[in-house]
């Protein structure tokens, strides 16, 4: 297994730009979840979602879009990029059933908006 | 969920044991105790987790309290490669409930 991957791993985008950040977990888990972490500061999350089809929002939504057409993969888009959105963005996903299991991380999209 | 408080950083001597403490005086009963870590910038990376007994796999063991209101992640010879920033997380046992982070504790091992 792969793992969560992500693409890109690195990317500078100028104020006003949109892209999306790419999200693919092989593990077959219904859970999904977008975090983004400042400089020096803890993860917060963005959006997850509960499977194909169903997105909820976190504590920092605004500015991003999600869509979760496949179990596999879990886009984050960035419509208007401003500077305040520069940071790190790490995919993380599990699989919910009667045992607890650990949440995977992919290895992280870093994001510098000029 | 429960908050957490972890000291901002620590030292340690490689080859000894790594004491990584946190206070969680808030939990409740259907809440675990969640350590994971992150190794410059990598994503974070699963360490161990607890209910109320004591806990070991390969990687650390975790000592939780009678009372449940702190615990402590417990490295038993730690290296170089365990520098990293520790993150102690209360979270109930709830479907799609998301791990919520802390600043944590910058582990600092030196030779």
């Known amino acids: 297994n792969a793992g969560v991957t992500q693409t890109p791993k690195f990317r500078i985008l100028k104020i006003g730009q949109s892209m999306t950040l790419q999200c693919t977990q092989d593990?077959?888990?219904?859970?999904m979840y977008w975090y983004r972490q400042d400089p020096g500061m803890g993860l917060k999350l963005i959006y997850y979602s509960v499977g194909a089809g169903i997105t909820d929002k976190g504590e920092v939504p605004n500015g991003y879009n999600v869509s979760r057409s496949t179990t596999e993969d879990f886009p984050l888009r960035l419509e208007l990029a401003a500077p305040s959105q520069t940071s790190v963005y790490f995919c993380a996903s599990i699989r919910w059933d009667r045992e607890l299991s650990e949440q995977f991380f992919g290895p992280g999209t870093r994001l510098t908006v000029l | 969920d429960a908050k957490t408080t972890q000291p901002p950083s620590m030292d340690c001597a490689e080859g000894r044991a790594a004491n990584l403490p946190c206070n969680h005086s808030t939990i409740s009963g259907n809440e675990y105790v969640y350590w994971y870590r992150q190794i410059h910038s990598q994503g974070p990376q699963y360490i161990i987790h607890?209910?109320?007994n004591n806990e070991t796999n390969e990687m650390a063991s975790l000592i939780i309290t009678e009372d449940r209101k702190s615990s402590t992640l417990i490295l038993p010879h730690a290296t170089l490669r365990d520098t990293a920033v520790y993150y102690c997380?209360?979270?109930?046992?709830?479907?799609?409930?998301?791990?919520?982070f802390g600043k944590g504790t910058t582990l600092s091992v030196s030779s």
């Open positions: 593990m077959n888990h219904n859970y």
């Open positions: 607890g209910l109320k």
């Open positions: 997380i209360v979270r109930a046992y709830q479907a799609g409930t998301a791990l919520i």
